[in-house]
């Protein structure tokens, strides 16, 4: 099979978009990890982490940009192009969303945690299950998997929703929980929105595949 220059600019933009994703991968799951071993030296290396997600997404923008007006791609080829400038984006925030609970493990520091962070590690692990398996769907284009890997969302929506009563209760019992309290609040619904991108780059690899917008509630 004759590959064409087009198809292989488009799959070299896979290719980054997988190192995205793995980059993505190892933010969330040092993030985390540092919150619940104190670890603030392993929190720094996020922010450096979400450097590289950037420079990749830069990467991405300009070479979609460059095949839209250079090479005039039609069907599902443009399809797809469209879809990777806009996993991109998600996996940006993504990245952000993982500094962002590094930034709240610094804060929180060496403070002995308020309460057990189970159910922070239950949803970092869908989370990364979901990552994990965004490459193959991307790489393959595979709807169906990419459908299975938004419905784990509901799982994370839903640990949210029980931890977020947890911690609340903890901070009306005792006002020196507030600010540690308000902290893993945002970290539990920093988790929640990385759910909801993983879900967005679903919707656009369904996209590619069956050339539908839906909305995967």
């Known amino acids: 099979m004759i590959v064409t220059k087009l198809e292989f600019n488009i799959n070299t933009l896979k290719e980054y978009a997988v190192r995205m994703v793995e980059k993505c991968e190892e933010a969330v799951s040092l993030s985390v990890n540092s919150l619940v071993t104190k670890d603030l030296d392993c929190a720094k290396k996020v922010i450096k982490l979400d450097e590289d997600i950037d420079t990749l997404r830069e990467y991405i923008r300009d070479r979609t940009i460059e095949l839209m007006v250079l090479k005039q791609p039609m069907a599902r080829d443009l399809r797809e192009i469209y879809a990777l400038s806009n996993i991109a984006i998600e996996l940006e925030r993504i990245g952000d969303y993982a500094e962002n609970i590094a930034e709240e493990t610094l804060a929180i520091g060496n403070e002995e945690h308020i309460v057990n962070l189970d159910s922070i590690l239950k949803m970092s692990n869908v989370c ?12 393959e284009c595979d709807e169906k998997l ?10 994370i929506d839903k640990i949210y929703e029980e931890s977020r009563g947890h ?4 901070m009306c019992k005792n006002p020196n929980n507030v600010d540690q309290g308000t902290r ?8 929640e929105r990385i759910g909801d991108h993983i879900t967005n780059i679903c919707e656009k690899i369904i996209y590619v595949a069956n050339g539908k917008m839906i909305e995967i509630q």
């Open 167 to 170: 911690y609340i209760s903890k």
């Open 128 to 139: 990364l299950s979901m990552l994990s398996d965004i490459k193959k769907s991307l790489i």
């Open 184 to 191: 893993l609040l945002f970290v539990g619904r920093y988790l």
């Open 146 to 155: 990419a459908y299975d890997i938004a419905m784990r969302d509901d799982i």
